[in-house]
């Protein structure tokens, strides 16, 4: 399908650090739709896990390394200019602000919105965005779905993803696409073990990523970044 120029994707997360499992499934989800760009949100303070473990100005720093390896890829920072708790409702209300009438996607893996009704005033983003929800080849997306969104994806699922590209919100697009196994978390456990460590990651990040978290002696051990 030809580029939507109108519609506004974004996929949030820590990115601590970016790797290219997160670079991949944005990118796959822009290509799969015809999408001119997905911004990717890094949170300041996200209300579901602790607190990252690089500071934001190192955050945002890797993230815009990275997305010069993909075009149609940008950076929004607005949470991290933003004081208080992350919360995507809060995103997304001033994103709508800004553009009243363009389609909003909200990207998500599966898990995230199994998650769902566990985010602070859920039942708000859906007056707000779309919901894009990725999940794996022969998974059934349903499956272990809460009932109060399962009942929820059921009225409000599409299958064309013409209609979430024209009209403002509403409607939940489930896509299929095949994933990049990479976790930040191991890549932080490797960076911890000291020595070695780049060999051991050294594909699963953009290399301007990982010069940039060797230079500043990121998730290191204490004894390597003093």
Same mark, same amino acid.
């Given at each position: 399908?030809?580029?939507d !120029? /109108? @519609?506004i994707?974004l996929l949030?997360?820590?990115?601590?650090p +970016?790797h =290219?499992?997160h670079l991949r499934?944005a990118?796959?989800v822009?290509r799969?739709?015809?999408?001119?760009e997905?911004? *990717?949100?890094?949170?300041?303070d996200?209300? &579901?896990r602790d607190?990252?473990?690089?500071?934001?100005a190192?955050r945002? %720093?890797?993230?815009?390394l990275a997305?010069t390896e993909?075009p149609?890829? +940008? +950076?929004?920072?607005?949470?991290?200019?933003?004081?208080g708790k992350?919360y995507t409702v809060?995103?997304?209300?001033? #994103?709508r602000?800004e553009?009243?009438d363009s389609?909003?996607?909200?990207?998500l893996?599966?898990?995230?919105?199994?998650g769902l009704?566990?985010? !602070?005033?859920w &039942?708000?983003?859906?007056?707000l965005?779309h *919901?894009?929800v +990725?999940?794996?080849p022969g998974?059934?997306? $349903? /499956? %272990?779905?809460?009932p109060? #969104?399962?009942?929820i994806?059921? $009225?409000?699922?599409v299958?064309?993803p $013409?209609?979430?590209?024209s009209?403002?919100?509403?409607?939940? *697009?489930m896509?299929?696409i095949a994933? *990049?196994?990479?976790?930040?978390?191991e890549?932080?456990? &490797? #960076?911890?073990?000291?020595?070695?460590?780049t060999?051991?990651i050294g594909g699963l #990040?953009?290399?301007?990523v990982l @010069? =940039?978290?060797? /230079? &500043? /002696?990121? =998730?290191?051990?204490r004894?390597?970044?003093?």
């Amino acid at each position: 399908m030809p580029p939507d !120029h /109108h @519609a506004i994707a974004l996929l949030g997360g820590t990115f601590d650090p +970016v790797h =290219y499992g997160h670079l991949r499934f944005a990118d796959a989800v822009r290509r799969a739709l015809g999408l001119s760009e997905v911004r *990717l949100v890094p949170a300041r303070d996200p209300p &579901h896990r602790d607190g990252p473990m690089a500071s934001a100005a190192d955050r945002l %720093a890797m993230l815009e390394l990275a997305v010069t390896e993909f075009p149609g890829l +940008v +950076v929004d920072d607005r949470e991290l200019r933003r004081e208080g708790k992350s919360y995507t409702v809060d995103t997304l209300t001033g #994103l709508r602000r800004e553009f009243p009438d363009s389609p909003l996607l909200l990207l998500l893996g599966a898990d995230a919105f199994r998650g769902l009704p566990t985010w !602070h005033r859920w &039942h708000e983003l859906f007056d707000l965005a779309h *919901l894009v929800v +990725v999940g794996r080849p022969g998974v059934d997306l $349903e /499956h %272990a779905v809460p009932p109060p #969104l399962l009942a929820i994806l059921r $009225e409000r699922r599409v299958a064309d993803p $013409e209609i979430p590209l024209s009209r403002p919100a509403g409607a939940i *697009l489930m896509l299929t696409i095949a994933p *990049l196994d990479v976790s930040a978390t191991e890549i932080r456990e &490797h #960076l911890a073990g000291g020595a070695g460590a780049t060999e051991l990651i050294g594909g699963l #990040l953009p290399p301007a990523v990982l @010069a =940039y978290i060797d /230079h &500043h /002696h990121l =998730y290191r051990p204490r004894s390597d970044a003093t």
